[in-house]
T-cell receptor, first 112, second 114 residues
Framework: EAGVTQSPTHLIKTRGQQVTLRCSPI?????VYWYQQALGLGLQFLLW???????NRGNFPPRFSGRQFPNYSSELNVNALELEDSALYLC???????????FGPGTRLTVL | AQTVTQSQPEMSVQEAETVTLSCTYD???????LFWYKQPPSRQMILVIR??????QNATENRFSVNFQKAAKSFSLKISDSQLGDTAMYFC???????????FGGGTRLMVKP
């Protein structure tokens, strides 16, 4: 069974640009989660999508947004990139709200 | 708000020996789940072990076991017969049903020495 996949692996952008990260969950999983892992800040919860709806949001500004598609894959969009957005963005999926979250390999975003 | 604290930023252990990583947490929820994840240099976050708070029995997974002390809000990970491949960052994490978000500790960097 395939695990969670993310694309791209690496991205380099400049300040002010916009970026889209993609995630495909494990087959049968309907919930997708996004986390940010920035140096010095640890792992922080960004967004939770389930059945196409945004269910919960972490303490991040509105320029962080996303969506979930009918096939349960998800996109994370970040507008007006700032230097501090440089981080590893991890996507996870689960079957339901008590299930273990399984992580993808992440997308490394560098903002110059 | 819930918090997870890992008080050991770095640890090292000799190959084949046993090491224990500490984790304490705080939550007002009665129903929650605790996890240990491993993040090797490849950066892929890998599940090590899961514990349901309503279960009194400590979870075990091959060489990995936990000591879950609910009253003390403590959740330590014991790695037996340490192997070089265990070298990684280990994160303790808490999940409750309220918002489905994992709250992570700051991590413990474990080095297994030959």
């Amino acid at each position: 069974e395939a695990g969670v996949t993310q694309s791209p692996t690496h991205l380099i952008k400049t300040r002010g640009q916009q970026v889209t990260l993609r995630c495909s969950p494990i087959s049968g999983h309907t919930s997708v989660y996004w986390y940010q892992q920035a140096l010095g800040l640890g792992l922080q919860f960004l967004l939770w999508y389930d059945e196409g709806e945004e269910r919960n949001r972490g303490n991040f500004p509105p320029r962080f947004s996303g969506r979930q598609f009918p096939n349960y894959s998800s996109e994370l969009n970040v507008n007006a990139l700032e230097l501090e957005d440089s981080a590893l963005y991890l996507c996870a999926s689960s079957r339901d709200n008590t299930d273990t979250q399984y992580f993808g390999p992440g997308t490394r975003l560098t903002v110059l | 708000a819930q918090t997870v604290t890992q008080s050991q930023p770095e640890m090292s252990v000799q190959e084949a020996e046993t090491v224990t990583l500490s984790c304490t947490y705080d939550t007002s929820e009665s129903n929650y789940y605790l996890f240990w994840y491993k993040q090797p240099p490849s950066r892929q976050m890998i599940l090590v072990i899961r514990q349901e708070a309503y279960k009194q029995q400590n979870a075990t997974e091959n060489r990995f076991s936990v000591n879950f002390q609910k009253a003390a809000k403590s959740f330590s990970l014991k790695i037996s017969d340490s192997q070089l491949g265990d070298t990684a960052m280990y994160f303790c994490a808490l999940l409750n049903n309220a918002g489905n978000m994992l709250t992570f500790g700051g991590g413990t960097r474990l080095m297994v020495k030959p």
